[in-house]
């Protein structure tokens, strides 16, 4: 087995396409040729070879001859109580294969040698003692030293990279070495910038402008290339070159334009990312001067900290074969006498920290599931930072610790409570302790959400045991059923489930892990609609709430139910090699929607339709103005024409040119039903394309010609606007063919026809019909969004009306007793034999050629026009891991109450023990902070946060209402509602107001608010204003109305 075979792979798209949009494909393939050891299968290593295999390298040879034991089924996944005593390599080999039929894995069990370890592309080492992570290392060096030695290419350079890492307890580190020198291919994995310049000037060093709306976004030293550069045709063909940044629009070449024709008046400037080099230490080196990645301002220091406790860890553990005991006073004193000596030795500390050395004493001998699901994702991204070249490796140690998460005065609580009780949970007791063992054991949560997310958040609660005492209940919802492109990270998935509800199959799978979880899988959708079912005894059932969403809609509502009920929240996101984490507690911190992230840029109408710019243009064009226009809304404005009674009573509540467009599709397609042929399937394909990149180009320099200017006397086509050029059709051009054939194909399938002619039947068809002549036409073309409702507003005062076309359409019934219906595309992006994609992608890259805008491939077409999320299991395994370790701490009422403390005072150095954090992996980048402090509102003597409530107690009046609200707060309420819905204000006019005030609260919700209160509910919220002593209040809580 070769470390790497450079024979050319193929990528399943359908199984690793949100991966692909992270990766990349040259990235892709890079991994599919590389072969990875990993050593050690405890939690962290099991979890490390799962999220290799998924992610889709070559091979994963595990390495572990140790048997199974009691500890490690407190976070191995695929142990149970009947393997203890077998191979722990062995016994997770059947179970690690089936996760991606694409990836050989196999166990070996020979020594760690050079004659074997050279055989791999990458070797992570979990788990192992000091002297072998040494001793392998050394091997790995000399081994690319042997390499390096024989390469006679210059610029070529060898390694044999190494990741180090463990989980001790709430402690963890990773270590990366990959060499002398190693070449980085993408240090960011962001799309590479494209900018849009104005113009370029003819000096010895050129200044090249931007267009206002088109910021630089690079910096000094950053390299770029030209295309399409008009006026300076030289530049489009230079090598790339390196920029100096002059201002947020500008920035200077070195290249002396002195005697180009001409200025440049337009074009595109894309970044090229140039490779780069790192360079690494061995162990032995990094042990003694360690380079480590802050990650927490609040513990700034603590990375050094950590390594020394951890090498008195090593030296305590090499002498006495064993891990200190949790709560053994005598090994604790023994670890700090050990750190003093390491540090006294140690040149980046000044002293040890006591208390670090005395927590990674207490807690040593635990393997979580959740800190080796947060180290295994980052760790399997180094392996594949190592395979692939893509994405900054860490350089070269990162420390981790939660502390925080341990019991209060864990230390004092003796060696009995921490002591094995010959469980499962063994491992985790000897972190936690055996009384939060039993909290955990008993809790009662609820999971919103079985995809991503929500596979390894179940999987690590099956591990540390929630939800298995007699207490204990998990509720998951999920309303989407498995698909192939869900088995690249959903890891409880496999292709027997394809099909199956996500929260049922996950449900099966965390049963098999831990028989005696209790999970409830539901498939409902949480909102408005459901809200009889998860009610408030649902609610007040809960300990608490985790959300795995991946719509802000749903996060949204499901942060306003918690709000409501008052139930923590654990909140979490990725996107790509990006995640977040937030803890969410009542009364204490804010809410998930307390912030807001700014809304994404829109782009202008008219932009779209005449002057695109961007490739995301041409492809919303493609999307929107062209494959719904013209191929889903005529079928289905005829479809429903017929088959829907109400479809012309709910066709007028819609404004005038929204009816004149559904009316002309429901009289051009009844013409054509039942008549179409696939000849004529190809030859309004051909029209189209006439119609759309040859005509219709025309038509728009006719209005706006290339000289143009305006008022002001500056060119028209300027900036943004380009002038585009008409095409000239080519049957043999193979993107011309294919609009034909993806345009023909669609056409025919909505006519319910199936389309079998030949590619050459095609071409001649399409080489043989004749088009129209362009002929120009007096007809308005609008310049901006104004001008573009001007001429809808024309549109609707013109000649024909809704009346007339109404009049020219065939009688329904007589269309009814037809056979014929129209099939209504419904627009899928992952399946690659409907022509949906193809035809989008020809589409907009025609149009991008009208314009001179940069191509686009399919790949990339389909994340645009699909609005892809780019997904990395990596990711999501980090993410999910963060979130439990919060739970565990969540859990404990003295750390809630601690936080409640401090989020009460308005000044302290104190922090909360709890985390929010921000991180990418691809940098590496971690960001670890408290939450934010719920903001906190006076209302006479009442401090209250958004959190808080007026509890008030029904059944009552309006009037009642007010005068309750006039005794306790002095408060004269002007406005009420319930919902999006007034129910009350003060200047409504007098008879009715009179009237209000008479009725019951909940009868005015029912009757004016149009509110359905469900069966069980137990309040209404409402929402009022009102004044004290005529003085407005700004913010008022909410009422919480008790139903009677």
Known sequence: MAATDHKEVEIDEGLYSRQLYVMGHEAMKKMMQSNVLVVGLRGLGVEVAKNLILAGVRSVTL??????????????????????????????????????GYVSVRVAEEPLHKDFLQKFSVVVVTCMPLDEMLRVNALLREIAAERQASQKSPGVFHSMPMVAADVRGVFSYAFSDFGDNFTIFDNNGEQPREMLIEQITQEQEAM????????????????????????????????PMEITKVSNHSFSIKVDTRSFPSPATAGYVSEVKKPKLMHFVPLKDALENPSSLEIDLAKFGRSQQIHIALQALWQFEAEKKRAPVPGDKADADE??????????????????????VRALAQCSRGHISPMAAMMG?????????????????????????????????????GVEEFA?????????????GRQLQERVQNLRYFLVGAGAIGCEMIKNWAMMGV????????????????????LNRQFLFRERDLGKLKSEAAGEEVRRMNPAMNVKALALRVGPETEGFFNTAFYNSLDGVCNALDNVEARRYMDGQCVLYGKSLLESGTLGTKCNVQVVLPHITQSYSSTTDPPEPSIALCTVHNFPHTIAHTLVWARKSFFDSDLVEPAANFNAYVEQDDFLDTLRGQNTSSQLTALRHVKEVSKLIGTVTQEAAVEWARHKFQDLFVNGIKQLLFMFPKDMVTKSGQPFWTGSKKAPTPLEFDINNELHFSFVEAAAQLYAFSFGIKLTLSHDEIKNVASHTKVPEFVPKQKKIAANDEELKRQQEEEEAGDVTVEDLLAS????????????????????????????????????????????????????????????????VTTTALATGLVCLEMLKMI???????????????????????????????????????????????????????????????????????????????LDIDMVSCGSSLIFTSWMPAKRRADREAMLVEDLVREVGKVEIHKGQRFIILEVTGEIDDTEVEELPSIRYLLN
């Open 63 to 100: 390495h572990d001859s140790e048997p199974v034991s009691m500890d490690d089924l407190a976070a191995q996944f695929y142990l149970s109580e009947a393997d203890i005593g077998k191979s722990r390599a062995q016994v997770s080999l059947p179970k690690l294969a089936e996760l991606n």
């Open 208 to 239: 090249v402008t931007l267009v206002e709306d088109s910021p630089l976004k690079l910096d000094t030293g950053d390299w770029v290339r030209f295309n399409g550069v008009q006026g300076m045709p030289e530049l489009n063909n230079m090598e």
């Open 335 to 356: 670890m700090v006498h050990l750190a003093e000596s390491v540090a006294a030795k140690a040149d980046y500390v000044e002293s040890a920290d006591e208390s670090v």
């Open 377 to 413: 994702g980052i760790v399997a991204q180094e392996a594949l930072k190592a395979c692939s070249g893509k994405f900054t490796p860490l350089h070269q140690w990162m420390h981790f610790d939660a502390i925080e998460m341990l019991p209060e005065d864990a230390a004092d609580l």
């Open 420 to 432: 094995p009780r010959g469980c499962r949970y063994d491992s985790q007791i000897a972190v936690i």
């Open 467 to 486: 939800a298995t005492g007699a207490q204990g209940l998990v509720h998951v919802t999920d309303l989407d059923t498995i698909e192939k492109s869900n």
């Open 809 to 872: 359409l065939p009688p329904r019934e007589e269309l009814k007793k037809s056979p014929h219906r129209m099939q209504v595309i419904d627009f899928e992006k992952d399946d690659d034999t409907n022509f949906h994609m193809d035809l989008i992608t020809a589409a907009s890259n025609l149009r991008a050629t009208n314009y001179e805008i940069p191509l686009a491939d399919k790949h990339k077409s389909k994340q645009i026009a699909g609005r892809i999320i780019p997904a990395m």
């Open 892 to 970: 404990q009422p003295e750390k809630v109450a601690k936080a409640k403390e401090i989020a009460e005072k308005d000044f302290t150095l104190e922090t909360m023990p709890f985390r929010d954090a921000w991180i990418n992996i691809a940098l590496p980048m971690m960001q670890f902070t408290e939450p934010t402090k719920a903001p906190r509102q006076k209302l006479g003597n009442w401090s209250f946060t958004f959190w808080d409530a007026f509890e008030v107690q029904g059944p009552k009046t309006m009037s009642q209402l007010f005068e309750w609200f006039k005794e306790n707060h002095n």
